[in-house]
Every structure is written in structure tokens, then in C-alpha cells.
Nanobody, 123 residues
């Protein structure tokens, strides 16, 4: 599976962005998909994940109520809608894919990663 993330940019506090992650390969629908982010000098941290069916979603406490993850298996794409953005959301955002839904908030468990897209929120 190859992943390509895009959609990042510069936005003001309170603004919105939608990130997309396009996957190659016909097995996309069998993977749990997730978004992580990494700010300078910090470890990569979990943001959100969605199971293969799209029924179950998981969020970091810091983004609950502001971010929404969803997927379109027909398009092999997972999205992250980010609303009410804050300066502390500034980071490079990565999409990841993993077969198992166990430990989905640990980046070491992921099999594939996209290249990352920069999100900058100005105050």
C-alpha cells in the first residue's frame, strides 16, 4: 500500500482544513487508517483512526469535537476534517495504515506511512 497525504496549508486560528490521504492498491478497504502528527522536537502523536468499515472511529482527547475522520473505500481515500484549529495543532500530519485494530494509537504498530503534509495555524 502506498499512501499520499495532501491538503495541508496555512490557516488562522479558528479556521478549517481538510486533509486527504489517497492509497494505492486494492486492499485499502481491509486496513485501519489513521492520522498522526509530529511537531518540531516532539514525538509523532496519534490524532484519529477509523476501522476498515468506517463504523468505528477513535480520537485523541485534544481533537475530539473538532476533528472528524472518515473514509471512502471506493476512492481508496481517508480524510481528516479539521475545524476550530488552534496554534497547537501546528504539525506535519501523516496518514498511516495498519491491518490490526489493536494498538491503533501507537505509531510503531503501523505498516505504511504517507509522506506527510504541513499544517500551520497562525495565532
Amino acid at each position: 500500500v502506498q499512501l499520499q497525504a495532501y491538503g495541508g496549508g496555512l490557516v488562522q486560528t479558528g479556521g478549517s482544513l481538510r486533509l486527504s490521504c489517497a492509497a494505492s492498491g486494492r486492499t485499502f478497504r481491509t486496513y485501519v487508517m489513521a492520522w498522526f502528527r509530529q511537531a518540531p522536537g516532539k514525538e509523532r502523536e496519534f490524532v484519529a483512526a477509523i476501522t476498515w468499515s468506517g463504523i468505528n472511529t477513535y480520537y485523541a482527547d485534544s481533537v475530539k469535537g473538532r476533528f472528524t475522520i472518515f473514509r471512502d473505500n471506493a476512492k481508496s481515500t481517508v480524510y481528516l476534517q479539521m475545524n476550530s484549529l488552534k496554534p497547537e495543532d501546528t504539525a506535519v500530519y501523516y496518514c498511516g495504515a495498519v491491518k490490526s485494530d489493536s494498538g491503533i494509537n501507537y505509531y510503531n504498530n503501523y505498516d505504511y506511512w504517507g509522506q506527510g503534509t504541513q499544517v500551520t495555524v497562525s495565532s
